[in-house]
């Protein structure tokens, strides 16, 4: 997360309050980090929170070019072999669209949320 926050000129919104509750619902079993390592250093990663069938990611990062995109694939993966039906990626950007990333109208949205709430799934 910290890592995510490191937005030199942009701001972030990932404040220190943020970090403590995102602290706390990993020690709860609810958010999970995808990191992406070359050697010893931090290359990138993701954080998001996982309920039932529902990944939301929440940020992602990169230091060495192409490391959120291994890390987006690795979480992807690792969703589909546990059983969750829906990725949410909050904010369609086009970087996202290269990654398959596609919007859903919001009814639909709405009725894939409930689904995949339904779902027994876990990250970890």
Do not use: N
Not at 9 to 24: F, H, R, S
Not at 63 to 84: H, M, Y
């Amino acid at each position: 997360m910290r890592a995510c926050a490191e937005r030199p000129g942009e701001g972030t919104w990932i404040t220190p309050d943020v970090l403590a509750t995102y602290t706390e619902l990993h020690r709860m079993g609810w958010a999970h980090s995808v990191e992406v390592w070359q050697g010893e250093e931090l290359a990138g990663g993701l954080y998001g929170i996982a309920m039932g069938g529902l990944f939301a990611g929440e940020s992602m990062f990169h230091r060495v070019t192409g490391a959120s995109k291994v890390a987006f694939a690795a979480t992807a993966g690792r969703l589909r072999e546990r059983g969750f039906t829906l990725f949410d990626v909050q904010v369609l950007t086009s970087h996202l669209e290269l990654l398959g990333c596609v919007a859903v109208p919001r009814d639909r949205y709405r009725a894939l949320v409930q689904e995949a709430l339904a779902r027994p799934a876990r990250f970890g």
